[in-house]
């Protein structure tokens, strides 16, 4: 069964502490993998798009990577507004274009 | 650009009556519209897929007479909660995409609270 799997469920940073998160996924024949980031009680805003093993992208304290397997997104000196929780989702195998399968996040807490 | 709107922000009605939802792609037409669900530490969840002018896809028990999904224009889709339940609260969120482009984008999602 298609599966995506984010760790950790939660994680604490000290401003400028810089981090991985992790997103793990069972779909065969990906055909792309996003990132958003979700505030409390608002709807998720887009971050990246990646579409094969060893893409990257980045956007200021932020950089998404993609192996066959897995996606880690990088954060570099974190500051407490990057907290929030990040999900990852992918589309299912055999789907029409636009269906996503979620993780179940990772809520990111940067302290001051 | 890409931004999507959603009405109401949230909403308390007593159980049995309906509500409608409206989503809105503010600054371009979206071919393909997307309703989900989410329950409190919980992701999202798809509910059904609509495309402008056709029936909404719904997922699998997803009852489609009780969320009733129109997308009557490039630009508009309602999803109508009948018959409300308080079970069936929860965080309402759509997002829209165009067609030739995989990136979906989000509304602010609609607080439903049953009583």
């Known amino acids: 069964e298609d599966q995506v799997t984010q760790s950790p469920e939660a994680l604490r940073l000290q401003e400028g502490e810089s981090s991985s998160l992790n997103c793990s996924y069972t779909?065969?024949?990906?055909?792309?993998l996003f990132w958003y980031r979700q505030d409390p009680g608002k709807g998720p805003e887009f971050l990246f798009t990646?579409?094969?093993a060893g893409e990257e992208k980045e956007k200021e304290r932020l950089k998404a990577t993609l192996t066959k397997k897995e996606s880690f997104l990088h954060i570099t000196a974190p500051k407490p507004e990057d907290s929030a929780t990040y999900l990852c989702?992918?589309?299912?195998?055999?789907?029409?274009?636009?269906?996503?399968?979620f993780g179940r996040g990772t809520q990111l807490t940067v302290w001051p | 650009g890409a931004v999507v709107s959603q009405h109401p922000s949230w909403v308390i009605c007593k159980s049995g009556t309906s509500v409608k939802i409206e989503c809105r792609s503010l600054?371009?037409?979206?071919?393909?519209m997307f309703w989900y669900r989410q329950f409190p530490k919980q992701s999202l969840m798809l509910m059904a897929t609509?495309?402008?002018?056709?029936?909404?896809?719904?997922e699998q028990g997803v009852e489609k007479d009780k969320f009733l999904i129109n997308h009557a224009s490039l630009t508009l889709s309602t999803l109508t909660v009948t018959s409300a339940h308080p079970e069936d609260s929860s965080f309402y969120i759509c997002?829209?995409?165009?067609?030739?482009?995989?990136?979906?984008?989000f509304g602010p999602g609609t607080r439903l609270t049953v009583l």
């Open positions: 997002s829209a995409g165009t067609s030739g482009r995989d990136t979906q984008y």
């Open positions: 779909v065969s024949g990906l055909r792309g």
């Open positions: 990646l579409y094969s």
């Open positions: 989702a992918v589309p299912p195998r055999g789907s029409t274009l636009g269906r996503l399968y």
């Open positions: 600054d371009f037409q979206a071919t393909t």
């Open positions: 609509s495309n402008e002018g056709s029936k909404a896809t719904y």
